[in-house]
Protein backbone atom coordinates (compact mmCIF):
# COMPACT_ATOMS: atom_id res chain seq x y z
CA UNK A 1 0.00 0.00 0.00
CA UNK A 2 1.06 3.68 0.12
CA UNK A 3 1.48 5.81 2.28
CA UNK A 4 -1.78 7.61 2.12
CA UNK A 5 -2.79 8.99 5.92
CA UNK A 6 -6.70 8.11 4.98
CA UNK A 7 -8.34 6.65 7.66
CA UNK A 8 -6.27 7.31 10.91
CA UNK A 9 -4.78 10.85 9.58
CA UNK A 10 -1.12 9.82 11.48
CA UNK A 11 -0.17 6.94 10.15
CA UNK A 12 -0.48 5.16 6.78
CA UNK A 13 -3.44 3.01 6.93
CA UNK A 14 -6.40 2.94 5.74
CA UNK A 15 -9.05 1.80 8.15
CA UNK A 16 -7.86 -0.65 10.93
CA UNK A 17 -8.30 2.20 13.47
CA UNK A 18 -8.33 0.22 16.44
CA UNK A 19 -4.78 -1.79 15.49
CA UNK A 20 -3.51 1.94 15.11
CA UNK A 21 -4.60 3.20 18.12
CA UNK A 22 -3.35 -0.67 20.05
CA UNK A 23 -0.03 0.09 18.29
CA UNK A 24 0.26 3.31 18.61
CA UNK A 25 -0.20 3.30 22.38
CA UNK A 26 2.60 0.69 22.52
CA UNK A 27 5.02 3.14 20.60
CA UNK A 28 4.20 5.65 23.71
CA UNK A 29 4.50 3.25 26.91
CA UNK A 30 6.50 0.45 25.15
CA UNK A 31 5.74 -2.43 23.41
CA UNK A 32 5.31 -6.07 24.21
CA UNK A 33 7.83 -8.47 22.99
CA UNK A 34 5.48 -10.18 20.08
CA UNK A 35 2.86 -9.05 18.31
CA UNK A 36 0.82 -11.26 15.75
CA UNK A 37 -1.11 -9.78 13.29
CA UNK A 38 -3.89 -11.70 11.52
CA UNK A 39 -6.34 -11.56 8.73
CA UNK A 40 -6.80 -12.14 5.06
CA UNK A 41 -4.43 -11.90 2.52
CA UNK A 42 -4.13 -7.86 1.12
CA UNK A 43 -5.44 -6.61 4.23
CA UNK A 44 -2.75 -4.21 4.93
CA UNK A 45 -0.98 -6.75 7.54
CA UNK A 46 2.80 -5.85 6.51
CA UNK A 47 2.02 -2.35 6.16
CA UNK A 48 0.62 -2.38 9.53
CA UNK A 49 3.79 -4.01 10.75
CA UNK A 50 5.93 -1.38 8.92
CA UNK A 51 4.17 1.87 9.95
CA UNK A 52 4.93 0.49 13.66
CA UNK A 53 8.57 0.00 12.97
CA UNK A 54 8.87 3.27 11.68
CA UNK A 55 6.70 4.74 14.84
CA UNK A 56 8.96 2.81 17.18
CA UNK A 57 12.14 3.79 15.83
CA UNK A 58 11.34 7.25 14.33
CA UNK A 59 14.44 9.60 15.15
CA UNK A 60 12.23 13.26 14.51
CA UNK A 61 8.53 11.92 16.10
CA UNK A 62 6.04 15.12 14.95
CA UNK A 63 3.20 13.50 17.72
CA UNK A 64 3.78 10.76 20.62
CA UNK A 65 3.59 7.26 18.45
CA UNK A 66 3.32 8.85 15.00
CA UNK A 67 6.46 8.50 12.89
CA UNK A 68 8.00 11.90 10.55
CA UNK A 69 8.09 9.39 7.38
CA UNK A 70 10.69 11.28 6.30
CA UNK A 71 13.87 11.05 8.39
CA UNK A 72 17.22 8.73 8.11
CA UNK A 73 15.34 6.33 9.94
CA UNK A 74 12.32 5.79 8.55
CA UNK A 75 13.32 5.91 4.85
CA UNK A 76 15.42 3.17 5.59
CA UNK A 77 12.93 1.02 6.74
CA UNK A 78 10.38 1.64 3.68
CA UNK A 79 13.34 0.82 1.66
CA UNK A 80 14.14 -2.33 3.34
CA UNK A 81 17.40 -1.42 4.36
CA UNK A 82 17.58 -0.28 8.23
CA UNK A 83 19.92 -2.84 10.06
CA UNK A 84 17.99 -2.97 13.15
CA UNK A 85 14.90 -4.31 10.96
CA UNK A 86 14.95 -7.51 9.68
CA UNK A 87 11.68 -9.31 7.13
CA UNK A 88 11.31 -12.95 6.35
CA UNK A 89 8.33 -14.14 3.88
CA UNK A 90 7.84 -17.42 4.53
CA UNK A 91 6.03 -17.98 1.13
CA UNK A 92 8.74 -16.77 -0.63
CA UNK A 93 11.04 -19.40 1.12
CA UNK A 94 8.95 -21.92 0.47
CA UNK A 95 8.46 -21.05 -3.20
CA UNK A 96 12.78 -21.68 -2.71
CA UNK A 97 12.85 -24.82 -1.25
CA UNK A 98 10.68 -26.20 -3.76
CA UNK A 99 12.64 -25.44 -6.36
CA UNK A 100 15.76 -26.20 -4.70
CA UNK A 101 17.69 -29.74 -5.71
CA UNK A 102 18.71 -30.32 -2.57
CA UNK A 103 15.31 -29.53 -0.26
CA UNK A 104 11.72 -30.39 -1.12
CA UNK A 105 10.54 -28.83 2.39
CA UNK A 106 7.51 -26.54 1.59
CA UNK A 107 7.50 -25.20 5.08
CA UNK A 108 9.62 -23.23 7.15
CA UNK A 109 12.26 -25.44 8.27
CA UNK A 110 14.10 -25.22 11.81
CA UNK A 111 17.22 -23.63 10.26
CA UNK A 112 15.34 -20.47 9.31
CA UNK A 113 14.12 -20.57 13.18
CA UNK A 114 17.57 -20.53 14.25
CA UNK A 115 18.69 -18.30 11.93
CA UNK A 116 15.44 -15.65 12.79
CA UNK A 117 16.25 -15.89 16.93
CA UNK A 118 20.19 -15.48 15.90
CA UNK A 119 19.47 -12.08 14.41
CA UNK A 120 17.15 -11.07 17.31
CA UNK A 121 20.51 -12.06 19.66
CA UNK A 122 22.45 -9.38 18.42
CA UNK A 123 22.41 -5.94 20.03
CA UNK A 124 20.81 -3.39 17.62
CA UNK A 125 23.17 -0.92 16.11
CA UNK A 126 21.20 2.63 15.58
CA UNK A 127 18.13 2.07 17.61
CA UNK A 128 16.30 1.37 21.10
CA UNK A 129 14.33 -1.91 19.12
CA UNK A 130 15.54 -4.75 17.03
CA UNK A 131 12.06 -5.34 14.88
CA UNK A 132 11.76 -9.03 13.04
CA UNK A 133 8.70 -9.26 10.86
CA UNK A 134 7.81 -12.63 9.82
CA UNK A 135 5.19 -12.81 7.10
CA UNK A 136 3.00 -16.05 6.10
CA UNK A 137 4.39 -17.62 10.09
CA UNK A 138 1.21 -19.63 9.53
CA UNK A 139 3.69 -22.14 6.81
CA UNK A 140 5.64 -22.87 10.10
CA UNK A 141 5.22 -26.87 10.45
CA UNK A 142 4.73 -27.90 13.85
CA UNK A 143 8.38 -28.30 14.85
CA UNK A 144 9.54 -25.08 13.43
CA UNK A 145 7.01 -23.29 15.79
CA UNK A 146 7.72 -24.99 18.77
CA UNK A 147 12.19 -24.12 18.02
CA UNK A 148 10.84 -21.14 17.71
CA UNK A 149 8.51 -20.58 20.76
CA UNK A 150 11.93 -20.79 22.80
CA UNK A 151 12.83 -17.07 21.73
CA UNK A 152 9.40 -16.10 22.76
CA UNK A 153 9.79 -17.13 25.85
CA UNK A 154 13.16 -15.63 26.59
CA UNK A 155 13.29 -13.19 24.36
CA UNK A 156 15.93 -10.35 24.22
CA UNK A 157 14.39 -6.93 26.13
CA UNK A 158 15.36 -5.01 22.75
CA UNK A 159 13.21 -7.43 20.85
CA UNK A 160 9.97 -7.09 18.63
CA UNK A 161 8.70 -10.04 16.76
CA UNK A 162 5.78 -8.81 14.54
CA UNK A 163 3.77 -12.25 13.19
CA UNK A 164 1.65 -11.62 9.93
CA UNK A 165 -0.28 -14.78 9.24
CA UNK A 166 -3.92 -15.27 7.14
CA UNK A 167 -5.16 -17.45 10.75
CA UNK A 168 -4.07 -16.82 14.20
CA UNK A 169 -5.44 -20.02 14.60
CA UNK A 170 -3.20 -22.19 12.60
CA UNK A 171 -0.04 -21.11 15.44
CA UNK A 172 0.13 -23.10 18.45
CA UNK A 173 -1.91 -22.21 21.24
CA UNK A 174 1.82 -21.66 23.06
CA UNK A 175 3.25 -19.12 20.68
CA UNK A 176 -0.89 -17.16 20.83
CA UNK A 177 -0.67 -17.16 24.30
CA UNK A 178 2.60 -15.32 24.53
CA UNK A 179 2.15 -12.91 21.84
CA UNK A 180 -0.44 -10.07 21.63
CA UNK A 181 -2.99 -10.82 18.83
CA UNK A 182 -4.52 -8.24 16.29
CA UNK A 183 -7.50 -9.53 14.18
CA UNK A 184 -7.39 -7.06 11.27
CA UNK A 185 -11.36 -6.98 9.54
CA UNK A 186 -11.86 -6.27 6.44
CA UNK A 187 -12.17 -2.20 5.48
CA UNK A 188 -14.93 -0.84 4.71
CA UNK A 189 -15.94 0.58 0.69
CA UNK A 190 -15.86 3.85 1.40
CA UNK A 191 -12.77 4.36 2.82
CA UNK A 192 -10.92 2.54 0.42
CA UNK A 193 -12.26 4.83 -1.86
CA UNK A 194 -10.93 7.80 0.00
CA UNK A 195 -7.44 6.43 -0.44
CA UNK A 196 -7.73 5.71 -3.95
CA UNK A 197 -8.64 9.06 -4.10
CA UNK A 198 -6.15 10.52 -2.19
CA UNK A 199 -3.64 8.45 -4.38
CA UNK A 200 -4.96 10.47 -7.30
CA UNK A 201 -7.53 7.47 -8.73
CA UNK A 202 -10.29 8.86 -10.69
CA UNK A 203 -13.55 8.54 -8.32
CA UNK A 204 -15.67 6.33 -10.57
CA UNK A 205 -12.97 3.82 -11.10
CA UNK A 206 -11.94 4.40 -7.24
CA UNK A 207 -15.69 3.14 -6.60
CA UNK A 208 -15.59 0.05 -8.76
CA UNK A 209 -12.20 -0.80 -7.18
CA UNK A 210 -13.32 -0.04 -3.82
CA UNK A 211 -16.67 -2.10 -3.88
CA UNK A 212 -14.71 -4.51 -5.54
CA UNK A 213 -11.58 -5.18 -3.43
CA UNK A 214 -13.94 -6.56 -0.26
CA UNK A 215 -12.72 -4.58 1.91
CA UNK A 216 -8.74 -5.49 1.33
CA UNK A 217 -7.05 -2.42 0.93
CA UNK A 218 -3.71 -4.11 -0.62
CA UNK A 219 -5.62 -5.26 -3.50
CA UNK A 220 -7.28 -2.13 -4.31
CA UNK A 221 -3.93 -0.95 -4.67
CA UNK A 222 -2.57 -2.79 -6.93
CA UNK A 223 -6.13 -3.34 -8.97
CA UNK A 224 -6.13 0.73 -9.04
CA UNK A 225 -2.71 -0.10 -11.06
CA UNK A 226 -3.51 -3.02 -13.23
CA UNK A 227 -6.81 -3.27 -14.90
CA UNK A 228 -6.31 -7.39 -15.34
CA UNK A 229 -6.26 -7.47 -11.30
CA UNK A 230 -10.16 -5.56 -11.90
CA UNK A 231 -11.01 -8.14 -14.87
CA UNK A 232 -10.12 -11.05 -12.81
CA UNK A 233 -12.23 -9.98 -10.22
CA UNK A 234 -15.48 -9.27 -12.24
CA UNK A 235 -14.91 -12.56 -14.10
CA UNK A 236 -14.90 -14.31 -10.47
CA UNK A 237 -18.09 -12.76 -9.72
CA UNK A 238 -19.57 -13.86 -12.86
CA UNK A 239 -18.54 -17.50 -11.96
CA UNK A 240 -20.21 -17.10 -8.66
CA UNK A 241 -23.22 -15.60 -9.76
CA UNK A 242 -23.36 -18.65 -12.46
CA UNK A 243 -22.52 -20.84 -9.13
CA UNK A 244 -25.91 -19.08 -6.96
CA UNK A 245 -28.37 -19.35 -9.76
CA UNK A 246 -27.53 -23.06 -11.06
CA UNK A 247 -29.72 -25.66 -9.88
CA UNK A 248 -29.53 -27.90 -6.69
CA UNK A 249 -27.33 -30.47 -8.33
CA UNK A 250 -24.69 -28.28 -10.17
CA UNK A 251 -24.85 -26.42 -6.90
CA UNK A 252 -23.34 -29.47 -5.22
CA UNK A 253 -21.22 -30.37 -7.56
CA UNK A 254 -19.55 -27.05 -7.50
CA UNK A 255 -19.40 -26.69 -3.69
CA UNK A 256 -17.96 -30.53 -3.89
CA UNK A 257 -15.14 -29.53 -6.14
CA UNK A 258 -14.20 -26.70 -4.25
CA UNK A 259 -14.34 -28.90 -1.30
CA UNK A 260 -11.27 -31.48 -2.75
CA UNK A 261 -9.16 -28.56 -3.63
CA UNK A 262 -9.32 -26.75 -0.56
CA UNK A 263 -6.27 -28.86 0.90
CA UNK A 264 -4.02 -27.60 -2.52
CA UNK A 265 -5.17 -24.39 -2.90
CA UNK A 266 -7.25 -22.30 0.28
CA UNK A 267 -6.85 -18.94 -0.20
CA UNK A 268 -8.19 -19.54 -4.14
CA UNK A 269 -11.62 -21.32 -1.56
CA UNK A 270 -11.61 -18.56 0.52
CA UNK A 271 -11.60 -15.83 -2.28
CA UNK A 272 -14.53 -18.17 -3.89
CA UNK A 273 -15.95 -17.88 -0.26
CA UNK A 274 -15.35 -13.51 0.29
CA UNK A 275 -16.59 -13.37 -3.79
CA UNK A 276 -20.06 -15.36 -2.49
CA UNK A 277 -20.31 -12.49 0.27
CA UNK A 278 -20.10 -9.80 -1.68
CA UNK A 279 -22.52 -11.30 -4.43
CA UNK A 280 -25.15 -11.92 -1.25
CA UNK A 281 -24.73 -8.47 0.16
CA UNK A 282 -25.63 -7.08 -2.86
CA UNK A 283 -28.47 -9.10 -2.84
CA UNK A 284 -29.55 -7.78 0.36
CA UNK A 285 -29.36 -4.40 -0.63
CA UNK A 286 -31.19 -4.88 -3.42
CA UNK A 287 -33.87 -6.63 -1.53
CA UNK A 288 -33.93 -3.98 1.14
CA UNK A 289 -34.45 -1.39 -1.44
CA UNK A 290 -37.29 -3.09 -3.22
CA UNK A 291 -38.68 -3.84 0.34
CA UNK A 292 -38.63 -7.68 -0.71
CA UNK A 293 -38.88 -9.43 2.25
CA UNK A 294 -38.45 -12.81 0.71
CA UNK A 295 -35.56 -12.00 -1.13
CA UNK A 296 -34.23 -10.27 2.30
CA UNK A 297 -34.50 -13.38 4.13
CA UNK A 298 -32.85 -15.46 1.51
CA UNK A 299 -29.51 -13.27 0.93
CA UNK A 300 -29.48 -13.00 4.77
CA UNK A 301 -29.59 -16.96 5.52
CA UNK A 302 -27.22 -17.41 2.62
CA UNK A 303 -24.80 -15.06 4.25
CA UNK A 304 -25.17 -16.78 7.79
CA UNK A 305 -24.65 -19.98 6.11
CA UNK A 306 -21.03 -18.62 4.52
CA UNK A 307 -19.99 -17.23 7.52
CA UNK A 308 -20.55 -20.21 9.33
CA UNK A 309 -18.97 -22.38 6.24
CA UNK A 310 -15.75 -19.95 7.45
CA UNK A 311 -16.07 -20.93 11.01
CA UNK A 312 -16.09 -24.82 10.20
CA UNK A 313 -13.30 -24.69 7.32
CA UNK A 314 -10.98 -22.90 10.48
CA UNK A 315 -12.31 -25.76 13.19
CA UNK A 316 -11.22 -28.55 10.48
CA UNK A 317 -14.39 -29.44 9.79
CA UNK A 318 -14.17 -31.64 6.61
CA UNK A 319 -14.22 -29.23 3.62
CA UNK A 320 -16.77 -30.86 0.94
CA UNK A 321 -18.86 -31.09 4.06
CA UNK A 322 -18.86 -27.20 5.36
CA UNK A 323 -19.31 -26.38 1.42
CA UNK A 324 -22.01 -28.62 1.05
CA UNK A 325 -23.93 -27.64 4.50
CA UNK A 326 -23.61 -24.05 2.93
CA UNK A 327 -25.09 -24.39 -0.48
CA UNK A 328 -28.14 -26.37 1.46
CA UNK A 329 -28.83 -23.33 3.21
CA UNK A 330 -29.00 -21.26 0.23
CA UNK A 331 -31.63 -23.77 -1.37
CA UNK A 332 -33.60 -23.98 1.96
CA UNK A 333 -33.70 -20.07 1.74
CA UNK A 334 -34.68 -19.97 -1.60
CA UNK A 335 -37.85 -21.98 -1.08
Same mark, same amino acid.
Not at 75 to 88: N, Q
Not at 224 to 249: G, S, V
Given at each position: ??????????????????????????????????????????????????????????????????????????????????????????????????????????? !???? +?? #?? $?? /????? *??? &?????????????????????????????????????????????????????????????????????????????????????????????????????????????? !???? +?? #?? $?? /????? *??? &??????????????????????????????????????????????????????????????????????????????????
Amino acid at each position: MSDSGAGDGTWPIWGHSHAVRELKAAVTRGPHHAYIVSGYQQLGKRTLAIAFAQALLCTDPPNPGVACGACRSCLRITRGSHPDVSEWNLALQQQVAEKSSTSRNLT !LNIS +TV #RA $IS /AGLAL *QPL &ESRYRIVIVDDVETMQETAQEAFLKTLEEPPPYAVIILLTSDSELLLETIRSRSTVIQLQPVPTAIIAEGLRSEGVELEQASVVADASEGRPGWAVRAAADATILAERRE !LYTE +TQ #RW $IE /ADRYN *QLI &EATRLGEAFGKDRNAVYARLAALQHQWRNELLTSLESRSDDRSTAALLALKSIDTCFSDLDANVRPKLALQTMVLQWQSSQQ
